[in-house]
């Protein structure tokens, strides 16, 4: 638990300044780089579904289902591009994780980017809060106590940091 706080901690007090150019250089890449996933993704079934899914279980709304005029909830269109994104398995990937942090990360945090008309450099702060959060939690795993490599297993707790950064919710 004292672990979950320090990275609430350190995602909710991270002043936006101190994010190096080289770091906003590299979030450009890696949205870029999840876009063309995207687009390449965008027509499997499991794509598909997750856009069916997402109107469904969630409702229409106002945030975009990327490559798409389809709209739905904030969640709802996370599901759904990180679905599309993640589809044929090319998107980011990083090696002490073994997995892929973006098609998670990048998907919430421009969905709560849109929601509360974030700028761009804070979601570009909360997209590297979240990479941050989720990498160090995968990469801090015992190798011998791994039993799938399923990025799922760690994604989440950054695309939370990232949506919570964006949200102006404390530690």
Do not use: K
């Not at 798409?68 to 998107?91: C, E, Q, W, Y």
């Not at 799922?152 to 707790?157: D, E, K």
């Amino acid at each position: 638990m004292r672990a979950v706080l320090e990275l609430g901690e350190f995602v909710s007090s991270y002043p936006a300044s101190r994010l190096p150019a080289a770091t906003r250089q590299t979030i450009s890449l890696l949205i870029l780089d999840l876009i063309g996933a995207t687009a390449a993704g965008l027509r499997s079934p499991l794509a598909d579904a997750a856009r069916n899914a997402a109107v469904e279980a969630y409702g229409e709304g106002t945030i975009s289902i990327w490559l798409t005029d389809n709209h739905s909830s904030v969640v709802g269109a996370a599901m759904a591009n990180s679905a599309a994104a993640s589809a044929l398995d090319i998107d980011d990937g990083h090696r002490g994780a073994a997995g892929h942090a973006g098609s998670g990360v990048i998907p919430a945090a421009l969905a709560v980017a849109q929601a509360v008309d974030a700028s761009v450099s804070e979601t570009m702060v909360a997209i590297a809060l979240g990479y941050e959060v989720a990498l160090r939690i995968a990469s801090s795993r015992r190798v011998e106590s791994i039993h799938t490599y399923a990025s799922g297993c760690w994604v989440g707790y950054g695309a939370a940091a990232a949506a919570c950064r964006l949200l102006g919710l404390g530690a």
